[in-house]
């Protein structure tokens, strides 16, 4: 998997004219085989990784899971590899097209932020941590959708929040990971 370390690393394709990013759908379990084979055609390939555990049979369950499932991110020159060759690449089910003749496109802008969240080795980097007085979104719980304010941090990983219910102020401990920054 091609990856960048932050801002040490140049991105691909951020100076390059004439090469675009696309994305291809991938077979089930063809990721390692897509890329082999990918590689061997001079395509470069970009797939982000989160490491967040997540719940399988209400339990979570840690591990590497794309953070696109089934999608792989290419980097190649459209008029040094044709689209049929792509297609054709043992492991991809077939490159997303906007029309019968034309891939579909990602902004090179989308592909820079992904890259410069994840690690070398692909696993995005985990948000910078809360600060008091900073505005929320409870995103998983009994919470779940309230907007609240970080009140003070209390254990590893967890939060003193602060928001109002049923006209009362209302303070409860979440998860970090049970939260996210509004804008």
């Not at 991938?26 to 395509?43: K, S, T």
């Not at 980097?75 to 054709?88: D, E, G, K, Y």
């Not at 102020?169 to 998860?175: C, D, I, L, P, Y």
Request: aromatic share 8%.
């Amino acid at each position: 998997m091609t990856q960048a370390n932050n801002k040490d690393v140049n991105i691909p394709g951020a100076v390059s004219k004439h090469s675009t990013w696309y994305v291809a759908q991938l077979r089930p379990g063809g990721f390692a085989r897509a890329q082999l084979n990918l590689r061997r055609q001079g395509v470069e390939t970009f797939m982000p990784l989160d490491g967040h555990a997540r719940a399988q049979k209400g339990r979570p369950k840690p591990g590497l899971k794309p953070l696109f499932p089934g999608y792989i991110f290419l980097h190649t020159n459209p008029q040094r590899i044709s689209f049929q060759a792509i297609n054709c690449t043992y492991g991809i089910s077939r490159l997303v097209m906007r029309d019968r003749v034309t891939a579909q496109t990602v902004p090179q802008a989308l592909i820079s932020d992904l890259w410069q969240r994840c690690d070398v080795e692909g696993r995005l980097l985990p948000p910078p941590a809360f600060k008091p007085g900073e505005a929320v979104r409870i995103v998983a719980g009994p919470f779940s959708q309230f907007v609240a304010t970080v009140e003070s941090l209390s254990a590893p990983e967890r939060l003193r929040l602060l928001f109002e219910m049923m006209g009362q102020a209302v303070r409860v401990e979440v998860a970090g990971s049970d939260l996210e920054r509004l804008a």
